[in-house]
């Protein structure tokens, strides 16, 4: 089974993406069934995110509809707002006296000048949702991975969007993440898989941050959704996604920089019972894998080379 279908097949769940190969850029949509119990964390200190507030534990929503991933910086979060149109039309969402209000928090990679400047809009996010499906969908240079590096830019590494699930028992935890943080990508041996070049080499994780004048854009981040069968509230779904993060400091290194902006959601689709802390566990393994799948399934792009060229594959 494919990454894509281990991801999907928590049930309840689908996912599309939007992309602009020329442009750089695109977006993601995880689009639930019907609304389900979510979390959020933000490690990095420079997010681009609408609606995490509402996840606070103490929010009085209770489920939320869709997550988005976008590039475009803080300019792609009209993506969402074109999720959140689309499905109001549809009769979605939280329900008022003025009708429904569909719930759609998103968060935002910093892509700009990758390929071009350009950055997904309402139009955009309408597209990715209509292209939701819930058997397979594409991972590495689409969505909102289109335009992701490790290190910025031209001077980094081309990866993209990655996808694992682990399993135990009859519980499942996803991970699907946008691989685009300033640190380098490390494997479990620690050694350097993507990130930063210089003189011809990718540099060492402690060179990254000495070697910032050198470069011209310091924007990156991190993003994902983690998505579990488990039964959670919203104070367990942002539990979980709080130790998901340990899956971003496993393998990026430097993690969670005053340049990236990681934010991790966390979807409870189901009601297997389980053990939160076993729960948070797994999810911050698979983020770990999916940031190296990321990595793997990258084809270079728009004179950057990925991971797997840089290795001479």
Partial sequence: MTAAREFLAVGGIRVGHWT????????????????????????????????????????????VDAIVMTG???LGLASASGVATALHEAGLGYATSHGPIPIVP???IYDLG?????????????????????????????????????????AGTKT?????????????????VVANPLGSIVAADGGVLAGQRADGRLAEPEEVLARLAER???????????????RLDKTGATKVAQMAHDGIARAVQPAHTTRDGDTLFCLSVAGVTADLSL???????AVAAAIRAGTRDAQPAYGIPSASELAGE
């Fill in 279 to 285: 729960v948070g566990d797994l999810a911050a393994r």
């Fill in 114 to 154: 990758v390929g071009g400047v350009g950055w997904p809009d309402e139009a955009a996010g309408r597209a990715a949702l209509a292209a939701a499906r819930d058997e397979e969908f594409a991972l590495g240079n689409v969505g909102a991975g289109a335009g992701a590096t490790a290190g910025a830019g031209p």
């Fill in 20 to 63: 602009d190969a020329a442009g750089g850029t695109g977006c993601t949509v995880v689009v639930c069934d019907l609304p389900v119990c979510a979390g959020v964390d933000i490690r990095g200190s420079a997010p681009g995110t609408r609606e995490t507030a509402l996840l606070a534990p103490t929010g009085s929503v209770q489920r």
């Fill in 106 to 108: 998103a968060a935002v």
């Fill in 216 to 230: 011209n854009a310091t924007e990156n981040t991190v993003i994902g959704c983690v998505v579990t069968n488990a």
């Fill in 160 to 176: 993209g969007i990655g996808a694992a699930t682990l399993l135990q028992g009859d519980l499942r935890v996803g991970a699907l």
């Fill in 72 to 74: 475009g910086s803080a």
